[in-house]
């Protein structure tokens, strides 16, 4: 079973992403998050949007997942937010050490 994995989600705004990011990782929760300005088209309330949003993927261990989901879920602006996780089938052995000693 992998242990590690990356989670993606989205936000609408870049502030509100690196307050989110800045309490998982004060928390030790993730051991890191990348932010992306992105463009996302997507079908919602029977209309097709696009927008700009910013994309924050998060490495962390697979153990820590519950945890992270129901954070974002209460603290998150959208009603529905991205929550999909991938799992790290592999990596070097430092990179996972580290993701390892940087959450608990």
Not at 4 to 13: H, K, L, R
Request: charge should be negative; include cysteine.
């Amino acid at each position: 079973m992998n242990k590690y994995i990356t989670i993606a989600t989205t936000f609408d705004s870049r502030e509100e992403a690196n307050k989110i990011i800045d309490q998982l990782l004060e928390k030790r929760l993730v051991a890191c998050c990348q932010l992306s300005a992105i463009e996302s088209s997507y079908q919602w309330q029977g209309k097709v949007e696009h927008t700009d949003e910013f994309l924050v993927q998060m490495k962390t261990k697979k153990s820590l997942y519950k945890k992270i989901e129901s954070f974002i879920l209460e603290n998150h602006s959208y009603q529905t937010p991205e929550l999909v996780v991938y799992d790290i089938v592999d990596g070097s052995d430092d990179y996972l050490n580290w993701i390892e000693s940087e959450t608990k």
